[in-house]
């Protein structure tokens, strides 16, 4: 399939096979869906609040994808760096397939999240506008802030500048 196509597929399988991701995302995912099921049946709290609750949850722990994407490519850049083509066009793709990734894993626990607790289908649609401009914002915060899985203070700065471009985003819509 050509460079690109082969730099995305190895991004995937860098990020898919990091233990630290699998641990965070998945245990977002577990929490968000333990969390819906409780408040939409345990609780008796309503399936809309609850969904959203877990969609919420969900959505930030699938962000960790994007954000943690260019640091992981930096730390295995000798193996970016020798294959054939652009390097733009390579670092696009891996970009690109981080984000997909990220969207394909919350896709499937907003799914889990619906069975827990049902809602029309219209709620889904602005969890996952968020999760658009949640995931951009984090691939562009993951390259300034480059997330390292052995720096535990560059991991929470990444975070925190997601935080503080998510709110701005956010109060420019308001505006």
Same mark, same amino acid.
């Given at each position: ?9 190895v991004a995937?399988k ?23 099921a409780l ?12 969904? +959203? !609750?877990? #969609?919420?949850?969900? *959505?930030? %722990? ?5 954000? /943690?994407?260019?640091?992981? &490519? ?39 999240i ?12 602005? +969890? !996952?506008? #968020?999760a658009?401009? *949640?995931? %951009? ?5 993951? /390259?300034?802030?480059?997330? &390292?899985?052995?720096?535990i ?23």
């Amino acid at each position: 399939g050509g460079p690109g196509f082969a730099s995305a597929l190895v991004a995937v399988k860098q990020l898919g096979r990091r233990p630290e991701l699998r641990r965070t995302v998945g245990g977002a995912g577990v929490a968000a869906v333990a969390g819906a099921a409780l408040f939409g049946y345990g609780l008796g709290g309503g399936n809309d609040l609850s969904f +959203i !609750l877990a #969609a919420g949850a969900a *959505l930030l %722990g699938c962000a960790v994808i994007p954000i /943690a994407a260019y640091g992981i &490519r930096q730390e295995s850049a000798w193996l970016f760096d020798v294959a054939p083509g652009k390097k733009l066009k390579r670092d696009v793709a891996a970009a690109f397939a981080a984000f997909v990734l990220a969207f394909a894993v919350l896709v499937i626990e907003l799914g889990l999240i619906w069975l827990a607790a049902p809602v029309i289908w219209s709620q889904v649609v602005p +969890i !996952l506008g #968020a999760a658009f401009v *949640l995931f %951009g914002a984090g691939l562009v915060i993951g /390259a300034i802030v480059p997330w &390292r899985s052995d720096r535990i203070i560059e991991q929470l700065a990444a975070f925190m500048a997601l935080a503080v471009l998510a709110f701005l985003f956010q109060l420019s819509l308001g505006e």
